[in-house]
């Protein structure tokens, strides 16, 4: 089993940037793959971003491609995710998520994740 706690979400104004981390424990080991969904208010969970948990590969959902980073530090076993030019549009619960078969880019999706933290809230005000 696999353990994920995010945090770092809160109030944001239009513009800003914001940094969230998803520390994962227990079996880290076992995971292929981390990554981050969003829902926001009335909508269904969304795929955000992933990356490779062994060598750093990065994909990106096109809707936030240039605005979102994701990253890892495998010492601390956290992923991280960094929002840039902040829009009321990205106001959501983050997820973070991890997989621990390998599964390709195009077909990570919500019912493919193994294990799930229990998200933080990001609210952008315009």
């Known amino acids: 089993q696999v353990q994920l706690v995010e945090s770092g979400g809160g109030l944001m104004q239009a513009g800003g940037s914001l940094r969230l981390s998803c520390a994962a424990s227990?079996?880290?080991?076992?995971?292929?793959?981390m990554a981050w969904f969003r829902q926001a208010p009335g909508k269904e969970r969304e795929f955000v971003a992933a990356i490779r948990w062994r060598c750093s590969s990065t994909y990106y959902a096109d809707s936030v491609n240039g605005r979102f980073t994701i990253s890892r530090d495998n010492a601390k076993n956290t992923v991280y995710l960094e929002i840039n030019s902040l829009k009321p549009e990205d106001t959501a619960v983050y997820y973070c998520?991890?997989?621990?078969?390998?599964?390709?880019?195009?077909?990570?999706?919500?019912?493919?994740?193994?294990?799930w933290g229990k998200g933080t809230l990001v609210t952008v005000s315009s």
């Open positions: 227990g079996y880290t080991f076992s995971i292929f793959t």
């Open positions: 998520a991890a997989d621990r078969s390998w599964t390709a880019w195009e077909s990570i999706k919500v019912t493919g994740m193994d294990s």
